[in-house]
């Protein structure tokens, strides 16, 4: 599943690509990847607008339109977007196309939705009634990169929980965007089991935890993500990300740490996902 740095690699294409261009017209394949609300209100919802921004929250995707609504991607486990030039040939499992007017900077093109397994969806609402219409945007943690994250407001935000520092982190009610990729890397990097108990964690703690967290997503952004091998992720232009090259934990099981050089990089299940960890770095 795409996590917040390839969310966000995708939100930086869309800003380059996309803003401020015209939606002249939409079409919609695969009726459930508009699941939420249904194929002819995306479709008016969208039509003869233009993209004024787009933000992101965690691993939501949020595109401001001059109707004053907004449209709101969530890539799931398999969701790419793409912008290629008008007419190109589609990719199978491409579900929606929106089909971009010609401007001064640029000719007309399309962005396309592909999403094989279709978990991922489209839908256009209402920012004023985002309570009823998307109530899991209110719920979202904090956001490690769009949001102010210290210390003290992580060991906040882990106070009182119990169970495991990894299953913590994957919450996105407690922190948004991070998912089994950077939860493991992160621990890594903070020297942390991912059996730790968050709600007893000190200050000092969390100050190793926080640097980990900012650090291991913000390096990611720059690589573009991870692009694994059984995963569908690319970038709007179709480039994989090569933040896999820099993986210490994740997907080595087996394998010498890279930190440490002494252990082999162990595995185990965490809260039903897949967790790799050094024993020895990691305590």
């Given at each position: 599943?795409?996590?917040?740095?390839?969310?966000?690699?995708?939100?930086?294409?869309?800003a380059r690509h996309v803003v401020g261009k015209?939606?002249?017209?939409?079409e919609v394949g695969r009726e459930r990847t508009v699941r939420r609300t249904s194929k002819e209100a995306l479709i008016d919802g969208l039509s003869g607008v233009r993209i004024t921004h787009v933000g992101r929250r965690g691993k939501y995707l949020l595109c401001s339109?001059?109707?004053?609504?907004?449209?709101?991607?969530?890539?799931?486990?398999?969701?790419?977007?793409?912008?290629?030039?008008?007419g190109a040939t589609r990719p199978p499992h491409t579900h929606v196309v929106m089909h971009l007017d010609a401007d001064n900077n640029g000719p007309a093109s399309e962005m396309w939705f592909v999403d094989p397994r279709t978990f991922g969806?489209?839908?256009?609402?209402?920012?004023?009634?985002?309570?009823?219409?998307m109530p899991e945007l209110a719920k979202l943690g904090i956001d490690p990169i769009e949001d102010e994250?210290?210390?003290?407001?992580?060991?906040?935000?882990?106070?009182?929980?119990?169970?495991?520092?990894?299953?913590?982190?994957?919450?996105?009610h407690v922190v948004a965007g991070i998912g089994n990729i950077y939860a493991d890397e992160i621990l890594h990097r903070a020297?942390?089991?991912?059996?730790?108990?968050?709600?007893?964690?000190t200050l000092a703690t969390c100050t190793r935890l926080c640097e980990a967290i900012t650090h291991v997503l913000n390096k990611a952004i720059e690589a573009g993500g991870s692009t694994l091998e059984d995963?569908?992720?690319?970038?709007?232009?179709?480039?994989?990300?090569?933040?896999?090259?820099?993986?210490?934990?994740?997907?080595?099981?087996?394998?010498?740490?890279?930190?440490?050089?002494?252990?082999?990089?162990?595995?185990?299940?965490?809260?039903?996902?897949?967790?790799?960890?050094?024993?020895?770095?990691?305590?």
């Open positions: 599943m795409p996590e917040l740095p390839e969310v966000e690699t995708v939100r930086r294409g869309i015209r939606i002249g017209r939409v339109l001059d109707s004053g609504e907004q449209m709101m991607i969530h890539l799931r486990m398999s969701g790419r977007v793409l912008v290629a030039e008008a969806e489209v839908v256009v609402f209402d920012p004023q009634q985002a309570a009823t219409q994250l210290t210390p003290q407001i992580l060991r906040e935000r882990l106070k009182g929980k119990r169970g495991s520092l990894k299953a913590t982190l994957l919450d996105q020297r942390l089991s991912p059996r730790r108990i968050p709600g007893v964690l995963t569908q992720y690319v970038d709007i232009e179709g480039d994989t990300g090569w933040f896999q090259l820099e993986h210490r934990v994740y997907g080595r099981a087996g394998l010498q740490c890279l930190t440490c050089k002494k252990a082999r990089i162990s595995r185990t299940i965490i809260a039903g996902r897949t967790t790799c960890y050094c024993p020895v770095c990691q305590r």
